[in-house]
């Protein structure tokens, strides 16, 4: 009753201030719309980086040819030929907890069909590898794991180069000479579009590993082992159980080093996150800080206030207002300032967001929690420094306050 | 037995000091009742006290020593927010500077001492304050702002916001001091006219015939009473105002 009375009366005194209150609650607006906006953006990259590294195939296990060391000499990943088809095979059979097994061979080649040519990459590589890397056919089908095996001509474009050599006519059945090999086109490749590091990932043919390892590369060249791991909490065990199986094939003894290296998705996919989290913490704490800078504005303003208002506060406390009254006043109109201050800021802040997502430059993604956070903080940056003005108000004299001029 | 519920005002020893390096001893015993219904002028120059003891009454303040019974209660040792209680239920002020709320209308500002009414519902509080503000013939004035009204509108204003808590004691502080000679008459007149009805009101002023519409004037020199007389026959200050009136136009 009496609260909704002195609400009535703090809210009277903002409304009869507009610009002043519109100017203390500034630095809070501001502030709780950076701490959305920065959070958003910081959110966003992080969500993009980590959605282009799953865009490389999630739960991917790599395996190189050849140590890094040998002999006491680094030779660099995947200079040695020591990775077999065999080993894949092995791979398939023995490994529980692999959901996918390809090898692949990757070259450059130039793709020739009618009039037109493209140079691409051209991947050797048997069916699983579509599943290892999460690639869909757009149009028209797969090879067999037979025919993957067999070295059958047939090859799946990539979405550009597709459109490079065919433009927009579908190429399902036409012929395509790939370096000297021709090829019999049997699919499309879903866009994937540019990846994160810059690279057209549908400027690519795919190939089975029989018909692309010996005709378009060396015999002996150094293949890849690409596997998929089914459940991304076994990660760890996959690579150990990977390694297992590759060192028997190989026939290392219990001193031996590796004669090849595996690499993790994860590994690439928590270095990014790392960064971006920073990234996140960082842009959050800066917006912090004006919310901060924000709440001091608040105690400012509030204590000139107070010194502008030492008459009212005589008038009020002259006709029975106790001192909790006038403290709860000051405390409601700062609750309010900060509160309405804090609704601005949201709106603020996600309509900016959005512009910077239309924009198009930025992927933004608010977060809910960012907003509650900003909200509390602002809101109890509002209660703590308004208390200082609030109780400097309450303590004041009557006699004196009245005396003011 | 009725001497007792009758005296408003009971004051016996009442001594202020301010402390300090030199102690200022602004009230050095002061021994004064006012019965319900009186009208009491406050004299005397300035620095004699009779702001003090205003303040005093007004329960602004607490006496360094003695008693004071405002309407049968012990007010003297009250804490702050028992005061301010006392302020709230008991006391009505008028001040010289009018006092009131800014950009605030004249029926919020009367209904002021209300919001600290808990008892009070708000449409309760409402209607008090349109009361008395038709009492002191401003029920066509209820919105305006402070700086929409005359000096003399103004203080009328006080003086509805000081009768609206229904208070046992009017306490009005130089009332006229900021009002010319016929607008400060028809203040005067007004404060008759409340007294007739039954308000009690101890004004203090230093001018005599201001004073002299009061029925009592008590006269302070030093922070002692040194006269309190009744006023044989008190200014028809509704009277004055007119003729002032007439002279000017």
């Not at chain 1, 590091?197 to 043919?205: H, K, N």
């Not at chain 1, 001193?255 to 993790?264: G, L, M, V």
């Not at chain 2, 509805?160 to 607008?183: F, K, Q, S, W, Y």
Request: glycine share 10%; charged share 20%; hydrophobic share 45%.
């Amino acid at each position: 009753m009496k609260l909704r009375r002195l609400l009535k009366a703090a809210l009277g005194s903002i409304g009869r201030n507009r610009l002043r209150s519109l100017l203390t609650a500034l630095g809070i607006v501001i502030g709780v719309a950076a701490v959305i906006v920065m959070v958003a953006l910081g959110r966003g990259a992080q969500l993009r980086i980590e959605r282009e590294i799953s865009a490389l195939g999630r739960n991917m296990l790599t395996v190189f040819s050849g140590a890094s060391m040998f002999g006491g000499v680094s030779r660099g990943v995947g200079s040695m030929p020591t990775l077999t088809l065999a080993d894949a095979d092995r791979l398939r059979e023995d490994a529980t907890l692999l959901a996918y097994v390809s090898p692949s061979v990757r070259t450059g080649a130039q793709a020739v069909a009618g009039g037109t040519n493209w140079p691409t990459s051209v991947y050797g590589v048997m069916p699983d590898y579509l599943d290892v890397r999460e690639w869909k056919v757009a149009e028209g089908e797969t090879f067999s794991d037979r025919e993957g095996r067999a070295g059958a001509k047939v090859a799946l474009l990539g979405a550009t180069v597709a459109r490079e050599l065919f433009g927009e006519s579908s190429p399902i059945g036409e012929r395509v000479r790939i370096g000297s090999v021709p090829f019999r086109v049997i699919g499309v490749l879903a866009t994937k579009g540019v990846s994160g590091f810059g690279a057209d990932q549908d400027d690519v043919v795919i190939a089975p590993i029989g018909a692309v390892l010996g005709r378009l590369t060396r015999p002996n060249a150094p293949i890849q082992l690409n596997l998929s791991v089914a459940a991304f909490d076994r990660m760890k065990d996959a690579e150990a159980e990977a390694r297992e199986i590759l060192r028997l094939s190989h026939r290392l003894g219990e001193a031996e080093e590796d004669d090849f290296t595996i690499r993790s998705q994860a590994d690439l996919t928590s270095a990014a996150t790392a960064t971006t989290e920073t990234l996140t913490l960082l842009l959050g704490g800066v917006a912090a800080v004006s919310l901060l800078v924000g709440g001091i504005g608040i105690m400012n303003i509030m204590l000139v206030s107070v010194t502008e208002r030492t008459r009212e506060i005589g008038i009020r406390l002259a006709v029975g207002a106790r001192g909790r009254d006038i403290l709860l006043q000051f405390l409601l109109e700062a609750l309010a300032l900060t509160v309405g201050g804090a609704l601005l800021g949201i709106l603020l802040g996600l309509g900016a967001a959005r512009l910077f997502e239309l924009g198009g430059r930025f992927q933004t993604a608010p977060e809910p929690g960012s907003i509650l956070i900003a909200t509390v903080v602002a809101v109890a940056t509002g209660l703590l420094f308004g208390i200082a003005p609030a109780r400097r108000a309450a303590n004041l004299d009557p006699i004196e306050a009245l005396r003011h001029e | 037995m009725s001497a007792a519920v009758d005296t408003v005002i009971a004051v016996s020893g009442l001594t202020k000091v301010y402390p300090g390096a030199e102690p200022v001893h602004a009230l050095r015993g002061i021994d004064f009742a006012v019965t319900r219904g009186e009208f009491v002028a406050l004299m005397g120059a300035s620095g004699s006290g009779k702001s003090t003891l205003m303040n005093l009454l007004g329960c602004l303040d607490r006496p360094t020593s003695g008693r004071y019974l405002l309407d049968g209660e012990d007010v003297a040792r009250l804490d702050r927010d028992a005061r301010a209680r006392v302020r709230n239920r008991k006391i009505g002020f008028v001040f010289q500077g009018f006092n009131l709320l800014a950009r605030t209308t004249a029926v919020e500002n009367v209904e002021l001492p209300l919001v600290y009414d808990a008892t009070l519902h708000s449409r309760e509080a409402r209607e008090r304050a349109v009361e008395a503000l038709a009492r002191v013939g401003l029920a066509d004035r209820m919105t305006h702002e402070p700086s929409q009204l005359s000096g003399g509108q103004q203080q009328r204003v006080a003086i509805a916001r000081a009768l609206v808590n229904r208070p046992a004691i009017l306490l009005a502080d130089e009332p006229t001091g900021n009002l010319d000679t016929a607008t400060s008459m028809e203040i005067m007149a007004l404060l008759q006219e409340l007294n007739r009805a039954g308000t009690t009101i101890v004004l203090v002023t230093h001018e005599a015939d201001i004073a002299q519409c009061a029925g009592r004037v008590v006269t302070l020199s030093d922070g002692r009473i040194v006269g309190d007389e009744p006023v044989a026959e008190p200014l028809d200050a509704a009277a004055r105002a007119a003729a002032l009136r007439g002279r000017a136009a």
